[in-house]
């Protein structure tokens, strides 16, 4: 997933009353006003956050937004215990019976919550939904070519290819009713030809802990404890029976409104103010590291750059000047100021969190100026180079990126840092119109496969890393690494697979076509008066899983 | 009359389509829409196929030409960023900008006159410099930083309004309003107060300076000989002849104010049309941003158009010299 965080702040959806919802949101006013059916351990949870998802659709969008608040109403097979292990979920168990076959048992007695049962049928179903070609859920089914019913609890997915980490991806492959969707017109999961709205873009059906209530996108989003939820009885949940997702797009009005008590959960709060924050005895901050890294990339592939006063040559093509860019970053100093203390500095592209880690791979190359001096010297630019440094107008990255300018002018590497909005970023970096850019990258799947195959396959290439080098935006090409991700997609052994991760790896931080930078740490605000004391649970991937949460 | 309305309204069409012509022009700047609405492992047969399906691969004229022909049927297309139909979006954001718009405009009408009776009344007491440096600041702080202001004051530190959002609205046919619950009106108290700043100070200063031209004339005068007292002078004479140019510049303000509550609708999350408008530029939702962009347009239009039709109603010179010519 190249940056949620980066196409967040375009996703947010109209104004809309419906009537019925807003008599069945009286209703439930009235209900829980004069205490008839609202259990004693009723908690509300309200929450800001600067974006809502513009559309409920499963399958429709593969952005954080929208797996911040699907994540709660939709379910898949396998799910992440609090450990962040992966668990048993609609699956109760699996076999692979061949190299082609996975076979999941599902759980009995499951529910949709429209009461309808959970059965093969809507596992084969949701495969094909999100196999579609207007679905943006494809990774979370990689490898997959189809599902097959073997009875109403028992289901094969068919591999077109192997895919060892697949129940990886299966977390986040949301299952939707299938009598729901044929019935509703939603069987696919967007359609932009017929002009019209896309019934699962605003109404749910899912299995999940909480079911929604009343959809005002823009103004507020109310998901209720789903009460026939079959995991009531798990240890971990919490006793959160309501959330309220308010958008507040303007960050002031944002913390205001947590500070004065109106909501009690900022996923988004600034990083500037996050100091101050914690001062206030009536809040209190999580911090999780997130799985995800902002990185700079190099245009590798032209002989001469775009956008550069070099003529006639590529500097980046010189591995020296790669090497001098990595040893004048201080990226001590970026944590200190452009972070705010919210990072931790890396030298790989994946992280702790993905499989295929490996801490030898996690070396930066030495804050070092002279060396840096001295590499641009022996590569041929005594004097240095003017280039441009493109980035989004998103926080951190718009922080990031004028500090980086800096440091690569003191080893005389005449940084324009290009900060562009994101609708426009994005195309340009697609056209693989860009000399030098700067961008932050997460993968869903928590595996080094699809961040390797994305970043820095050879693009376009016809290994058997399909869908490849799609991000890898510098067109870096390298036969050996592209043989060693072709040589892991397919490995089943884990730790054959672990060790040619971890060479490519290495061969990555040897060649430096991307310097990362570090890893981010997501601060959570939230309210820590008594009464409205929130509990919560910080996992990688930076989803809140409401069922954890706890309000004393 | 007749023909002078139809005039203006032929007037506005060609208004209209300058604004629009002169919107889709600008929009091969605002970025591809596309690259945020498909996947990023999209290939780029699939980008290509997406964007011709939407009309995106045709030049901007080509472009405004459909949408032109779509518009006159009263048809703005599918915002890109939210799958829905533009008329539908706008039509639900509507209400709160007018409501917000106007109870803005009554509190510049409310808060304004007064203010401006006053200082020109008592123009050498201190309450009144006070008043009127009070109102340089009005007019020269920016939106954000007051709705800011109030937001810490009101909200944050006493705890009495909602800093955001429009609170609790009853739905009546299409309209929704706020004015039927006790949150919905704590809710546009802030917001209305921002966007009415500088419309209360304008209008205060205009009072003011008007308030001191009439105070002058003969008939004052004539009118405090015949002892009159200074309340009948005050309010029954003098304000009556400052009002014709307040009503005339409030009606002007009044398209400014909705067209500029854009940045009083981010900073309180108030779901207006503003609003849209602003997450539409940051998605390049190209349809929105068209239809938005007429709206406003027609909105300065229609209220430019009354406001000359109110000249018409209060001074009668100018029907006058029409009739006049007209007859000759």
Redesign the interface.
Known sequence: ??DGRF?D?????????K?ST?ATALLFAIVTSIGVGAPAHAKTLRY?TQDEP??LDPHSA?LAVANRLLSNIYEGLVFRDKDYKIVPWLATSWTQPDAKTWRFKLRPNVKFHDGSAFTADDVVFSIERALH?L??L??AVQGVERGRKVDDLTVDLIMREPNPVLLNHLVFFRIVSKTWAEKNKAAIP?N??D????FS?RNSNGTGPFMLLER?????TVIVENKTWWNRNSPERGNVSRIEL?????R???L??L????VQFVNDPPTQDVPRLKANKDIKIVEGQEARVQYLVFDTSRDELLYSDVKGKNPWRDLRVRQAVAHAIDVEAIKLKSMRGLSVPTGTIITKFDQGFSSDADKRLKYDLVRARELLKEAGYPNGFGVTLDCGNNAPAADICPAVAVMLNQIGIRVTANVM???????KL?RADTSFYLLSWTSPTSDALYTLQ?LVYTHGGDGVAN?SG??NYGRYSNKDLDRLIDQFKVEPDMKKRDALIRDALLLLNRELPIVPLHRQIIPWAMSAKPGTDVTAIFPPNGTPYFFRFKIQ | MLAFIIQRLLQSILVMLTVGFIAFSLFN?????????????ATQA??DE?RK??GLDQPFYVQFGTFLGNAVQGNF?????????VSQ?LV??LP?TLELAMTAAVFGLLIGIPMGVYTALKRDKWTSKVLLTGSLVGVSLPN?LIG?FL??IF??WL?WL?????GE?T?IGFW?TGFLTTEGLKAIILPAITLGFYPITLIMRLVRAEMLEVLRTDYIKFARARGLTNNAVHFGHALKNTLVPVITITGLQLGAIIAFAIITE????W?GMG??F??AV???DIPVMAAYLCLIGFIFVVVNLVVDLLYFAVDPRLRVERSGSGGH
């Open positions: 997933m190249p196409i702040i375009c996703y947010h959806a109209p104004v809309t009353m009537f807003l800001a513009q559309t593969n070609p679905s943006q494809k990774v967007q932009y030809k002009k019209e709205e896309t873009s005002q996108p823009d103004v507020r308010l958008p507040i797009q303007s002031p009005t944002r205001a409104a500070i004065s008590g109106e909005t994101i609708p426009n970023f994005f195309p697609q994305s869908a799609d991000n | 700047f605002v970025g591809d829409p596309v690259s945020l609405m498909l996947p990023p492992e699939d980008r997406v399906s939407l297309g599918i915002s890109l960023r939210l799958g829905r139909p979006l639900e954001r709160a954000f800011i937001i810490l909200a944050v705890g909602p800093s955001f959002g429009r609205t739905a929704t981010t900073v309180f999350q779901p609003l849209l602003i997450q940051q998605f390049a």
